[in-house]
């Protein structure tokens, strides 16, 4: 994602609106009690921290079952965008306190850490291409085993499945196991994923084909950061130094230096999460996030973070390419719809041909789901990568014309 290319905003400005609205009366508000400006000036800080809270309050308060889901990760996005322009606001409301020392360091190094964070939204974005490719994928199983159209609807007059059909099925399945294995992830986990492709069946030179064909082939075309980038290092290096801030700093910059050490932790949690849940390039998810707990939106961040830890150690999303709820649906989906075609026979018996009907129809649903949910994930990373762009240009610019005045 070019950094010239901002093309506005595609967050719902309703969700942007609110937020800043509910901003702006906790400011007016202030500005009608009786209180001095130093009052006001502390009632702006305490909002930000208390609106930091509510929504990651309101983000941990979801089921298990629809954590890490496409609708989630896009709710996980509108909050830091919503963050990030209410800290912009901050910012820009005390502008000149921003570039006296000690604060213009601390904003430079949280801009530092913003750029770090562009990799990773690249990274991201390659990895939505990636589930893009499978789900082409998964069509080709829907034409091959659903109706006419490619859809499993038992309304339609439904055509007979023959074995032709299911060799395509088959060969789209077998491209798509091995697509979605992780590319730390080789031999023992390429036979344990696929070990349902070669039973019972004709194709094992065409399996064997497969087993053989380097992982390097399933890497997007379009990747946009090198092959030695890690994912893991690039986080290690968002949350590097990120301390809470020391008692004379919180004096010296008038307090401002907390949202500054908040929007670092929420920085890099977010960054955290997607790289948790979309595949990308030696993605780890070994970084400490520490914040003390008497910050009032540390509670709920750091229940999603073991939440999502937690996750990830289950034994069946070990070695997944990516903790995202449809990536396993599909994954859950295609492995039983393969295992179930190794056992077929023809002609097909009806209970057969009911229970692949079945699977296809599950299968159906994981398809348009990650087709309702991956366009509008991709403008939202979009829209974080320029926002972060803008928000950094703007800030780079005061401290520009700050030391000019000096």
Known sequence: MPATDYQGSSTPLTIIGRSLLSMKRDQVHALESPNDGSASHDFELGSFQRQVADRFHDLASVPPDELLSLPWVRKLLDVFLCCQEEFRLILFNNKFQVIKPPMDRLIAEYYERTVKALDVCNAIRDGIEQIKQWQKLLEIVLCALGDNNGIANNNCCQRALGEGQFRRAKKALIDLAIGMLDEKDSGQALSQRNRSFGRNNNS??????????????????????????????????????????????????????????????VLLFVMWALVAAIPCQDRGLQVHIYVPRHFSWAGPLLSLHERILEESKKRDRK?????????????????????????????????????????VKELGQVFDAMKEGLEPLEKQVREVFHRIVRSRTEGLDSLGRGNETE
């Not at 380097?214 to 030695?228: K, T, Y």
């Not at 859950?332 to 079945?358: A, N, S």
């Open 319 to 359: 070695n997944a390419c990516g903790l995202l709820r449809e990536i396993y649906q599909m994954e859950k989906c295609t492995r039983l719809l393969g295992e179930l075609t190794d056992t077929v026979q023809f002609p097909l018996g009806e209970e057969k041909e009911m229970e692949v009907r079945q699977r």
């Open 204 to 265: 094992t030179s065409h399996s064997k084909d497969h087993h053989h064909r380097p992982l390097g082939h399933f890497r997007s075309l379009s990747w946009s950061v090198s092959r030695s980038w890690s994912a893991a290092r690039q986080l290690l290096a968002i949350g590097n130094n990120l301390a809470v801030p020391r008692g004379s700093d919180v004096v010296a910059t008038n307090g401002l230096v907390m949202p500054v050490y908040t929007m670092g932790c």
